[in-house]
């Protein structure tokens, strides 16, 4: 008898398990706090026109692993004469990025070069400030770790539209600067659409004449993304989304012009 009931309680867990189906992997943690430090110095030779230079160090993991480091060069034309015509300026900046790739038996640094072209629009309606900007970048190969072919690297295209709101409160030195940018890869034809998030919240300081000190938090998420597309390989699956947050701090420098004439 015993046996008998020992034999069915084993049938009705047996039962039970496959009624519940295999076991799912739990989703992995994809959310990675990172801190972004910058130092640029700018200069203006004349009026409409600045040159930026811009180092850039970036770890991720929690801060526990080297991420990126870049070094930029870019320049900025506003028109002038009208007020109107000065709220327009054109931009153009190259970047060499060195990446870190900590993944996988072989590891190192990846380098790329990035350009980029962008328009930017501003509005001052009263204490508030409107700012808009339409970017377009190309980013290539110029080293792979283990000395990898950088042909078989495809350039990659990214379209960002960037809108930043600020405040200037009276008496108040810590306006606040938000921002919400849509980045946007160009894809190959057949493939959908991909792209992240990007918002921003934060404040400058100006602890000189001539200096500014940046402080920001930053969010970025993007969804999952399985490409279906002619030539679309695993390396291209997102098999889970992902966010991440940062904490940014820049420190700029400006550049004394000279002393101007009469």
């Not at 291209?236 to 002393?259: C, H, P, Q, S």
């Amino acid at each position: 008898m015993k046996r008998a009931a020992l034999f069915v309680w084993s049938c009705a867990l047996a039962l039970g398990t496959l009624a519940q189906g295999p076991i799912q992997p739990e989703t992995p943690d994809t959310l990675d706090w990172q801190a972004w430090g910058s130092l640029s110095l700018d200069w203006k030779p004349f009026a409409g026109l600045k040159v930026a230079l811009q180092e850039q160090w970036r770890v991720k993991e929690n801060g526990a692993a080297m991420d990126r480091q870049f070094h930029q060069l870019s320049v900025g034309w506003s028109p002038q004469g009208s007020r109107f015509a000065k709220a327009h300026t054109f931009g153009l900046g190259g970047r060499v990025v060195s990446r870190f790739d900590n993944q996988g038996s072989s590891q190192g640094w990846d380098r790329f070069f990035r350009w980029h072209g962008d328009y930017e629009a501003t509005a001052h309606p009263g204490r508030w400030t409107l700012i808009g900007r339409i970017r377009h970048q190309r980013r290539t190969a110029l080293w792979l770790k283990g000395g990898g072919d950088i042909a078989e690297v495809s350039a990659k295209k990214t379209w960002r539209v960037k809108f930043t709101l600020a405040y200037n409160i009276k008496k108040w030195k810590l306006d606040p600067i938000a921002s919400v940018e849509r980045l946007v890869p160009e894809t190959p034809e057949g493939w959908p659409s991909d792209g992240a998030w990007r918002v921003r919240l934060g404040t400058d300081i100006k602890p000189g004449k001539r200096q500014k000190l940046k402080l920001i938090l930053q969010r970025e998420w993007r969804g999952r993304y399985l490409p279906s597309g002619v030539g679309a390989t695993l390396d291209d699956f997102r098999l889970y989304g992902d966010n991440e947050w940062a904490i940014i701090v820049g420190y700029r420098y400006r550049m004394k012009t000279g002393k101007k004439k009469g």
